[in-house]
């Protein structure tokens, strides 16, 4: 079980920092990447941590905005998002995959997540 929270409206500009953790299981030994899904698009991979060898992958569009940062020690894997605008509008979902993957990998669906958390609601908006 994966548990998003963070979530929220936020203004033009501003930031947001969401949260991942596993409910009767520890992130720590799995591929991890927070997906989102705009109304009427389909859902995206955006940033995603890959193992064994824990390379980051943030997709281009959101590159120099938002940032994936793995914490074993709280088992959490965090999205911060900063200068959010109108088109971060979206359901922000977190997923594993339970083999190895990297993280440009996972986030393209190659393979596939395992496993979905329920997803927390970002809105930009004046």
């Known amino acids: 079980q994966l548990e998003e929270s963070g979530g929220g409206l936020v203004q033009p500009g501003g930031s947001l920092r969401l949260s991942c953790i596993g409910t009767g299981t520890t992130l720590d030994y799995f591929p991890v990447g927070w997906f989102r899904q705009a109304p009427g698009k389909e859902r995206e991979g955006i940033a995603c941590v890959g193992t064994p060898q824990p390379d980051t992958y943030v997709a281009d569009s959101v590159k120099d905005r938002f940032t994936i940062i793995r914490d074993n020690d709280k088992h959490t894997v965090y999205l911060q998002l900063t200068n959010l605008q109108p088109e971060d509008t979206a359901v922000y979902y977190c997923?594993?995959?339970?083999?190895?993957?990297?993280?440009?990998?996972?986030?393209?669906?190659?393979?596939?997540?395992?496993?979905w958390g329920r997803g927390t609601e970002v809105t930009v908006s004046t």
């Open positions: 997923a594993l995959q339970l083999y190895s993957a990297t993280g440009e990998g996972l986030c393209n669906y190659r393979p596939p997540p395992s496993h």
